[in-house]
């Protein structure tokens, strides 16, 4: 999809506000979201036509020069293949013109970004986990979405009605104040707006350029980590001393007891089956819609209160040091999947850096294998061993006694000190801080003898080092 640069001293962020359109615009905006999504499908089934094609060719013997040529799946390409296509396609004939065009091209471009992005990952190019190839967008299961970049995008001068191309003025269920005083001063632009339906009703999300203020934190010069968990939300350990532990609300856990009544009630009622055909019972569309308002109020909860600790944290301190955690890795423990996907760690991580900019302060991300809990804090020697039940740290070297979190928040602020004296870019944004134990990726039973801001040199006894020394001895030989 289309991207767009901000201009120097302007940031690019969305503004999210909840529609309440009446029938007709209801109509017309599912219109919309299905021809995007119908212009997907067509762009992926046209570039794997040609895929199957060649290889059926490539069975038969055909020469790599008289097979049929490669489709271009660049959003140009894909644009000009599909107005020569829609007035013919009886998946088109007939409708197309009914929406914008900005629904086809959002549809296209989703698809072209779905292409780039499995090629790239064939080539190991892109990050992250595989990517397989781009599969047809069900009616059912795919979240109706549709983006404007072009035509008459604003917010009226009432502040609770919005503009878009195509379907006109939509009445917003909260003020648009916010936006509107931006756009009225001339210090914002509305660059897009994306229509979507989620969590039982309808949404616009204007992206906009603003232009922002330099922000000083609070305490500039100060250092925190946050270490994130379950029992606690988030632990916070800055440069000062001072330790403060940020509650976990479980929201889900909360709202458990209620839901299971509830998807009880759902299951004693005539559902729908798509095999035989059979429409659910009104009954069962009133506790469905009962039971998926609890869920929506959860997720509200959960994002407001991840915002709100977010935007304190960035607001307080200069440079805030978090975890590069394995969150997909995690969530596969079956017993703690549903505690850590409550807790949102994967967007305390992101809020946290894009806020940094807004703030005007530092980033450091850890290395994923930096034992943070398994460090002591004061002479930093690493224990070999810390299961997870094992809530409180007692080092072996020095009288340390204290909790685990608390002691990994303490080692995350200490990082972010060990980077700017030479190990990293501590002063870079958002700068990623090297693996202080070096290439080696297993825990040590202790660690070099370092020492570590405001506590005590630390290292291993010769009794130590030959243990750990026959411990390696043995693991090579089992290799062998």
């Not at 190991?124 to 986990?129: F, Q």
């Not at 994306?194 to 609070?218: D, M, N, Y």
């Not at 894009?354 to 450091?364: E, F, I, L, P, R």
């Amino acid at each position: 999809m289309n991207r767009f640069e901000p201009r120097a001293g302007f940031v690019v962020q969305a503004y999210r506000f909840a529609i309440d359109p009446n029938a007709g615009q209801q109509a017309a905006l599912r219109s919309h979201c299905g021809a995007a999504r119908a212009a997907y499908n067509w762009a992926v089934s046209w570039i794997t036509a040609c895929w199957w094609q060649r290889r059926a060719e490539q069975s038969y013997g055909v020469t790599e020069a008289d097979l049929v040529p490669w489709r271009s799946w660049s959003l140009p390409a894909l644009r000009k293949a599909f107005n020569e296509a829609k007035h013919t396609d009886p998946r088109f004939a007939g409708w197309w013109a009914d929406n914008s065009k900005e629904s086809y091209s959002t549809g296209l471009a989703n698809a072209a970004a779905a292409f780039d992005n499995y090629t790239k990952s064939k080539r190991g190019v892109r990050k992250g986990r595989p990517v397989g190839l781009p599969r047809f967008k069900s009616k059912h299961r795919a979240r109706p979405s549709c983006r404007f970049t072009t035509g008459t995008m604003r917010v009226e001068p009432d502040r609770r009605h919005v503009t878009l191309p195509r379907l006109g003025s939509i009445r917003t269920h909260e003020n648009t104040r916010k936006l509107a005083r931006r756009l009225d001063a001339g210090t914002a632009r509305i660059l897009s707006a994306t229509v979507s339906f989620a969590r039982g009703r309808w949404f616009v999300s204007l992206q906009v350029e603003v232009a922002r203020q330099a922000r000083r934190p609070a305490r500039p010069d100060v250092v925190v980590g946050v270490d994130l968990g379950v029992r606690h939300l988030a632990v916070l350990a800055d440069s000062t001393g001072q330790i403060t532990y940020e509650p976990n609300p479980a929201h889900l856990d909360t709202a458990l007891s209620r839901l299971r009544r509830l998807s009880r009630r759902v299951s004693r009622r005539q559902g729908p089956d798509r095999r035989t055909g059979r429409t659910p019972s009104r009954r069962w569309v009133k506790a469905d819609a009962e039971r998926n308002r609890v869920h929506y109020r959860v997720a509200d909860l959960r994002a407001d209160g991840l915002h709100k600790l977010t935007t304190r944290i960035r607001a307080g301190y200069g440079t805030v040091v978090v975890e590069d955690l394995n969150v997909a890795g995690m969530l596969r423990n079956r017993r703690l999947a549903r505690k850590i996907a409550d807790a949102g760690f994967g967007q305390i991580r992101r809020q946290l850096t894009y806020k940094g900019g807004w703030a005007g302060g530092v980033t450091v991300v850890a290395d994923r294998w930096l034992p943070s809990s398994k460090t002591c804090s004061d002479c930093g020697a690493v224990k070999a061993k810390l299961p997870l039940h094992v809530r409180v740290f007692a080092c072996e070297q020095c009288p340390l006694v204290m909790d685990r979190d608390a002691n990994a928040a303490r080692n995350l602020a200490a990082l972010a000190a060990a980077v700017s004296t030479g190990t990293g870019v501590a002063g870079d944004q958002d700068a990623q801080a090297s693996n202080l134990r070096g290439a080696d990726r297993k825990t040590r039973t202790t660690t070099r003898p370092h020492t570590r801001p405001g506590g005590q040199a630390g290292g291993a006894t010769p009794h130590q080092r030959t243990e750990t020394r026959d411990l390696r001895q043995a693991e090579a030989a089992t290799l062998r």
